[in-house]
């Protein structure tokens, strides 16, 4: 990842990014026990979580000059996929792949990672 990388305003994840820290992940998990995880995650991390749509599989949330947009959909019986959108108001601030990468590791922990993108990661 480049300086010119660090300095988007706006990053958003998905299964064929260039950036594989910025590929959709999957887990083994329901989309309410994501959700309900990730609310508390966030709200550990000293953010806060604007909107909840448990319907939708999305959770709006926000920090000092950014907010973001995780949308988690069962996409079969055994994986829930996992999507950031975040936006920074200024050209300079956070770095919004690191936020995105360190929700990712921390899903990690908590979840069983099946796939990154498209390859699966099970054995």
């Known amino acids: 990842m480049g300086f010119l990388d660090k300095l988007q ?5 998905k299964d064929t990014h260039k950036n594989e820290s ?3 992940r999957y887990y ?3 989309p309410n026990a994501i959700l309900k995880w990730l609310e508390g995650t966030i709200q550990s ?5 604007r909107r909840i749509d448990t319907n939708r599989g999305e959770l709006s949330f926000y920090g000092e000059g ?3 947009l995780v949308t988690v959909i069962q996409v079969d019986g055994g994986r829930t996929a996992v999507d950031f959108t975040l ?3 200024q050209r300079l601030g956070v ?6 990468q ?15 993108g498209n390859q699966s990661v099970e054995g």
């Open 22 to 24: 910025l590929r959709t």
């Open 9 to 13: 305003t706006h990053i958003e994840t």
């Open 66 to 68: 950014w907010d973001g």
């Open 87 to 89: 936006n920074r108001e």
């Open 45 to 49: 991390e000293g953010q806060a979580v």
């Open 95 to 100: 770095d919004l792949a690191r936020i995105v």
């Open 28 to 30: 083994a998990a329901s």
């Open 102 to 116: 360190r929700y990712y590791d921390a899903l990690q922990q908590q979840f069983p990672l099946r796939a990154i």
